[in-house]
């Protein structure tokens, strides 16, 4: 499938007051026009490439909503996202429906996509990190793109010592040779990097290939999401301050020489999670973030760790996934 290339900006503007300092301005492009289809006041991002660079979840508050298709299955989808900010956080609900059309690999994945409710707290700028940080688990949902759809960065696959090959389920991330989703291609991404889980949930495992493009403005990519700390998520581009231009932010991680010593054998490639180590290589640090412009974030990449590998400001309790479930049977959403 060739992806949709975005027709408009279509975020729309509004003036939000500046935490702290009080100034209404105005953020984000005002091309757009509302979707009358799904509702007055729900700005229309099917396809949209963000624009925004604001750190401030606030800046967001506003419905969006977008029509899009399963391509193998040509089943029909209407996305519905919504930020709502009050003085301290952001609450994000979301169908978990992506502003782009999905599902288009060479045949069907094997879990249908469906809409799924999420909800999720994350603090309004976020300025101190943790004494440790908190690596990414299968015990928590990693963040949540402005599109309303969640990343879930690792997999439960890993090399089955007693079977002698890698199976796709029942594995912990304490795994010794844990399957890596976007290196592998083992779990049959689409172009999104994404795919459904068994309750049809769609998340992403690396670049969404949306949101962003190759032709960032002056500062850089666009704020595409939030990671489960608050911190946002940019696109792959940045700002270098050392040299005044916009180039792609590296990865700090490096895939390891040699030979597997031990499980599955064989050549470091990047199947594993376990083939890249930090080597300090790149722009970003361990979790995949840096500071720029007194603003940290975390950076899309293409190569490991994808996104964020771990958290450095404190992760929200409403992204642990027992506690999604909590959260979704009291709202409704399951």
């Known amino acids: 499938m060739t992806l949709h290339k975005p027709a408009i900006i279509v975020f729309v503007a509004w003036t939000v007051v500046a935490c702290g300092g009080g100034t209404s301005q105005t953020l984000i492009d005002d091309d757009a026009t509302a979707d009358p289809g799904v509702g007055a006041t729900s700005v229309d991002i099917t396809n949209a490439i963000f624009e925004s660079i604001s750190a401030d979840c606030a800046a967001y508050d506003q419905s969006y909503s977008s029509r899009v298709v399963d391509i193998n299955r040509s089943v029909p989808f209407v996305g519905s996202t919504t930020v709502l900010a009050d003085v301290e956080s952001c609450v994000i609900e979301s169908n978990n429906i992506p502003n782009h059309d999905f599902n288009d690999g060479a045949a069907p994945q094997p879990n249908a996509v469906a809409e799924v409710g999420k909800r999720f707290t994350i603090p309004r700028l976020p300025s101190v990190f943790a004494a440790n940080a908190t690596p990414v688990s299968q015990d928590r949902i990693n963040g949540i793109m402005l599109n309303g759809v969640v990343i879930d960065i690792l997999s439960a696959g890993c090399w089955d010592a007693a079977r002698g090959e890698n199976t796709p389920v029942g594995c912990d991330d304490a795994s010794a040779w844990l399957i890596d989703p976007v290196g592998s291609g083992f779990f049959g991404e689409d172009s999104h990097n994404a795919h459904a889980q068994p309750d049809g949930s769609y998340h992403y495992h690396g670049n969404p290939n949306a949101m962003f493009d190759t032709n960032p403005g002056p500062n850089g990519s666009p704020v595409i999401g939030f990671a489960a700390d608050g911190y946002p998520i940019y696109g792959s581009y940045f700002l270098d301050p050392a040299s005044g231009e916009v180039r792609v932010a590296q990865s700090g991680y490096t895939l390891k020489q040699g030979l597997r010593p031990d499980g599955p054998g064989g050549t470091f490639d990047g199947f594993y999670v376990q083939d890249w180590e930090?080597?300090?290589?790149?722009?970003?640090?361990?979790?995949?973030?840096?500071?720029?412009?007194?603003?940290?974030?975390?950076?899309?990449?293409?190569?490991?760790?994808?996104?964020?590998?771990?958290?450095?400001?404190?992760?929200?309790?409403?992204?642990?996934?027992?506690?999604?479930?909590?959260?979704?049977?009291?709202?409704?959403?399951?």
């Open 278 to 334: 930090w080597t300090d290589g790149g722009d970003l640090d361990e979790c995949n973030g840096m500071t720029v412009n007194g603003q940290y974030g975390y950076y899309v990449t293409d190569a490991y760790p994808w996104i964020l590998r771990c958290f450095r400001g404190t992760p929200d309790q409403s992204f642990s996934k027992n506690a999604f479930q909590a959260a979704a049977l009291q709202h409704g959403h399951l």
